[in-house]
């Protein structure tokens, strides 16, 4: 089995704390934008190899490593929504970061201003919810934390209005997963 992907991508993280969860053998190979934009029609990462599997989205990557460990990926529909929403706010804010770094203005465009409107009322209703304050944590968490890491290593967020969120993010400081897979500070 083989992951590609980046240290730094929040999404290509919470594969890596799954397999680390799951204790599967998997080789990880470190792919690049010009990589991922020949070997994957999504042209991002993460993307899985597994024989004649191949998945191009983290969240159907770590259902199938979670069925691959017998375990439970989204319980139901409702943990499953929370997931979106999650990704829905993760998604905006990468792509906010990826239009800046090439220049673009996010305040001159319209629907760029939505997209941050939308990580904003994603992050209040995030905030709104019952997490643990330690392992184990749901891949809901986990994803919530992965992009909190990134989005507090790219200054993408201000978490300050947002306190059951950093008092949960505290705490998944402390999981031994999600430190090994800590992307690199600089
Ligand atoms: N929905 C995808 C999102 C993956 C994604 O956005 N990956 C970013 C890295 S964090 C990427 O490869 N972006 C490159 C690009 O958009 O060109 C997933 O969950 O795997």
């Known amino acids: 089995m083989k992951l590609y992907g980046s240290y730094t991508s929040p999404f290509v993280r919470h594969c890596r704390i799954v397999l680390l969860e799951t204790a599967q053998a998997c080789e990880f190979i470190e792919t690049d934008q010009a990589g991922s934009a020949v070997q994957s029609p999504t042209k991002r990462v993460p993307f899985l190899a597994d024989g004649d599997v191949f998945l191009t989205d983290s969240s159907s990557i770590i ?7 017998g375990q439970a990926f ?6 499953l929504d929370q997931l979106c929403l999650v990704n829905t706010a993760l998604e905006s804010c990468v792509n906010l970061f990826f239009l800046e770094r090439d220049g673009v203005v996010i305040a001159q465009v319209p ?12 992050l209040a209703e995030l905030n709104q919810f019952n997490l643990p304050d330690h392992a184990p944590y749901n891949d809901v968490q986990l994803r919530l934390a992965c ?30 997963h999600f430190q090994a897979t800590q992307p690199p500070q600089s």
Not at 63 to 69: D, G, I
Not at 147 to 174: I, P
Request: charged share 25%; net charge positive.
């Open 74 to 79: 989204c319980a139901d529909a409702r943990e």
């Open 63 to 69: 259902q199938y490593l979670r069925e691959k460990a």
């Open 147 to 176: 992009f909190m890491g990134w989005a507090k290593l790219r200054k993408r967020v201000d978490f300050s209005g947002y306190g059951n969120l950093e008092q949960f993010y505290q705490g998944a400081q402390g999981y031994t």
């Open 111 to 122: 629907y760029l201003q939505r997209q941050a409107a939308r990580i904003e009322s994603a």
